[in-house]
């Protein structure tokens, strides 16, 4: 079955920068994607971006469009998040998440994905 597990999380100030990762085990079909999502406590949790593979074809959400230079990214089964110019508002768990069957993205609807990882904390100080 597909495993994700995410890491990277942690604490940093305004301005600075994270790089989250999720593994992907147990993937075996061609066409895929992965999506992180956040969730602030309080608040409903919303998309960030997400990957297609293997063409490589990346969206990111209003929020962080234009902060994120360094494009999502996988090597071997590994999605690489690059966040940048992180704000308090960034605060959030991350969550990585696939469908269980072989299909790209094409929103950022949390009911499209099935498989999810346990998610990894991001906490930015002012």
């Known amino acids: 079955h597909v495993h994700l597990e995410e890491s990277g999380g942690g604490s940093v100030q305004g301005g600075g920068s994270l790089r989250l990762s999720c593994v992907a085990s147990g993937i075996s079909y061609p066409q895929n994607c992965l999506i992180w999502f956040r969730q602030a406590p309080g608040k409903e949790r919303e998309g960030v971006a997400f990957i297609n593979t293997p063409v490589d074809y990346t969206r990111y959400a209003d929020s962080v469009k234009g902060r994120y230079p360094i494009p999502l990214h996988t090597t071997q089964n590994t999605v690489h998040l690059e966040m940048t110019y992180l704000k308090p508002g960034d605060s959030a768990v991350y969550y990585c998440?696939?469908?269980?069957?072989?299909?790209?993205?094409?929103?950022?609807?949390?009911?499209?994905?099935?498989?999810w990882g346990q998610g990894t904390q991001v906490t930015v100080s002012s």
């Open positions: 998440a696939t469908p269980s069957e072989s299909r790209w993205c094409g929103t950022f609807n949390e009911n499209d994905f099935d498989v």
